[in-house]
């Protein structure tokens, strides 16, 4: 709903997700830039890794172990929630008005992710929208960061110790007694991980049986069975958090085209996208969840992570003071995940949300956010980042339209004569692609150019006129 703001005469969607940048001292609001700047960074990596990753594997999802550009937007996404949640709701006192705003947001945020199930389905000899709801997938990138923010949220709302309200108006704590003035969080966080560790490699993983579905697909109606029977293991076919998804959500229900596809055992021309090869084993056809039920617990931990780092940007004033705050925990979560990865305890893996996933991958939130911080919101360099600030003040408008497809899948049931007569294949075709002589570099162009900085524009423009979109 929107609403207008007596002294700015602008008009201002209420949202939770956008305080991100707000006041920060008693004296005066200061808004810190580097927060929209990240999000807005994230925001547009997601629509370069959907939309170029086919062209340009290193940028897409890694197909199993390992972690490329791709595979830091999800983290991105939750440590920046995180982040804001101490900012937002130290707005809101009262415990029982909090928890209502934690609960009608997190409505929200699943309402539009099962809405944005759906998709356009653009062959070339048909066009269609829409979503069989026997076959709806169930999770997604809104869903999963609605369960980490309202889990995250509660737990700031009710473990919030009163003398964090008090901090504000003293001399910052110790480097270390700001884990004591909200141990909870870190209670929570352990009980997590526990949790997690514990179904991850204790869980008894069988044999299990899935059918095809896709009346596209030379294995239509075909019955494939993958054999397991072993416990502890973090391969693709016979790990805890695919089965604990196939048993509570069901296959019809998870993921159809999962990154495995384009791994050696699957297609012959990996790590590109591409037929399956006729030797494959049965599990490359079946269906995973990367943003399923488990992994989803374990992801709590980066918005757990994200809180802290909000945490010091309202108990510390001075710059030096929060940099070091901030980069001293990044690069010790930075070299605690590299060092699970390259001894072989634990494997970076996106699609189960490993810890040496979560440590990276929060780690290399913390340092980029600083870099920003240092340009930004100390040197003042926001000029050259403006494009990224305006994808950040309208996060949710630039996903929806972008991101998701939206408005590309509008434009593109506009054809003559052929479906792929339309406007968005005319500029791929001849204003990139065929100036550039390649695919490749075509694509990418075009990504950058016409839906990053495009969107980009466009949010600015709303931006100017005081118009956003927020949940």
């Known amino acids: 709903m929107a609403e207008i703001n007596p002294n700015q005469h602008r008009l201002i969607v209420p949202d939770e997700s956008q305080p991100a940048a707000v006041e920060l001292s008693a004296e005066g609001a200061k808004r810190v830039a580097s927060l929209d700047i990240f999000r807005g960074l994230t925001v547009a990596l997601m629509v370069l890794v959907d939309d170029a990753g086919g062209e340009w594997p290193m940028i897409g999802h890694a197909p199993w172990n390992g972690c490329n550009l791709a595979d830091f937007v999800m983290p991105f996404f939750l440590f920046i929630v995180g982040m804001a949640i101490p900012l937002a709701l130290k707005r809101v006192p009262n415990k029982t008005k909090a928890v209502k705003k934690v609960i009608l947001r997190t409505l929200k945020l699943l309402f539009w992710g099962l809405l944005l199930q759906g998709g356009y389905s653009h062959a070339p000899d048909k066009l269609t929208y829409g979503v069989d709801m026997k076959r ?6 809104l869903q999963r960061i609605a369960f980490a923010y309202l889990i995250v949220a509660l737990v700031e709302i ?14 910052p704590p110790g480097t270390f007694s700001i884990f004591r003035l909200y141990c909870w969080h870190w209670v929570v966080a352990a009980w997590i991980l526990i949790i997690y560790l514990a179904v991850l490699y204790g869980t008894y993983v069988p044999d299990w049986q899935f059918t095809i579905h896709n009346k596209d697909s030379p294995d239509y109606g075909k019955v494939f069975t993958v054999a397991c029977g072993v416990r502890g293991k973090l391969d693709p076919p016979c790990n805890a958090v695919g089965y604990v998804d196939r048993t509570i959500l069901g296959t019809d229900h998870m993921y159809e085209r999962p990154a495995w596809r384009r791994s050696t055992p699957c297609t012959s021309i990996s790590p590109y996208q591409g037929p399956l090869r006729e030797d494959s084993p049965s599990w490359c056809h079946g269906p995973f969840e990367p943003e399923g039920i488990l992994s989803s617990i374990s992801a709590v931990l980066s918005t757990l992570i994200g809180v802290h780092f909000g945490h ?60 920003f911080y240092v340009l930004v919101d100390v040197v003042n360099v926001k000029l050259l980042f403006l494009p990224l600030e305006w994808i950040g003040r309208n996060a949710m408008f630039v996903y929806v339209m972008a991101a998701a497809g939206i408005f590309a899948g509008f434009i593109n049931g506009w054809y003559y004569e052929d479906p792929r007569n339309t406007m968005v294949y005319w500029i791929k075709k001849h204003v990139f692609v065929g100036v550039w002589q390649s695919e490749r570099v075509g694509i990418l162009l075009y990504v950058l150019f016409a839906e990053i900085l495009f969107w980009a524009v466009v949010a600015g423009i709303l931006d100017y006129h005081g118009i956003y979109w927020k949940l």
Request: some cysteine; overall charge positive.
């Open 136 to 141: 709806i997938r169930l999770c997604g990138i």
């Open 158 to 171: 009710f473990t919030k110790d009163s003398r964090a309200n008090d901090m504000k108006d003293e001399s």
């Open 312 to 371: 010091v940007l309202i108990l510390w004033k001075n710059h030096s003071s929060r940099l070091k705050q901030w980069s001293s925990l990044g690069v010790a979560l930075l070299v605690l995940g590299l060092t699970l990865h390259f001894t072989h305890a634990i494997p970076l893996n996106k699609q189960l949300y490993t810890l040496s996933y979560v440590c990276v991958t929060s780690g290399a939130a913390t340092l980029v956010f600083c870099a």
